[in-house]
């Protein structure tokens, strides 16, 4: 189980116990946001994309939204998400529970730096109801990311 990896991930960094749980879907970036009562930009959203060498997750603020030419400049490929289909197979986590914590070992891990404007986080933990609570520096330690990364942009008014 998919929340389960993630557990057990995090339990390698004493996070496990702190994965907050809800009885109603945080899948969406609007959903969790609701259900912690926190802005959208925290939530830490992580999308999937597949390169030339292989899979690839990208955490970034709830508001931002992939930047084309950005990452293209960044991978020298066009973007190109996995279909919903594939997610859990490819990465190890369902659609709306994606995050960075216990995916399959050849997924790369990149935080974007639209997250470094929050001092805390909210990222998924493995299903469509679970998100933690972390520090940035928190995030970079438990995600094991590669490297920061400026692939998106923002609403006018950030």
């Not at 216990?102 to 470094?116: A, F, H, I, P």
Request: proline share 4%; aromatic share 8%.
């Amino acid at each position: 189980m998919s929340i389960e990896n993630a557990r057990a991930h995090l339990a390698k960094y004493g996070k496990d116990k702190d994965i907050i749980e809800f009885s109603t879907s945080s899948a969406t970036v609007k959903e969790a946001a609701a259900d912690l009562n926190t802005e959208e930009g925290r939530i830490a959203k992580t999308m999937s994309f597949l390169l030339s060498d292989g899979p690839i997750v990208i955490l970034a603020a709830g508001d931002g939204k992939i930047d084309n030419r950005k990452f293209k400049d960044r991978f020298h490929e066009k973007a190109k998400m996995i279909s919903p289909d594939d997610v859990e197979n490819i990465i190890g986590h369902p659609i709306g529970g994606v995050c960075p914590f216990g995916v399959k070992e050849n997924v790369r891990v990149y935080l974007d730096v639209s997250l470094k404007r929050f001092d805390y986080v909210y990222p998924a933990a493995g299903s469509r109801n679970s998100a933690i609570k972390l520090t940035i520096p928190e995030l970079e330690k438990t995600s094991e990311y590669k490297e920061w990364i400026d692939v998106t942009k923002l609403p006018e008014n950030q």
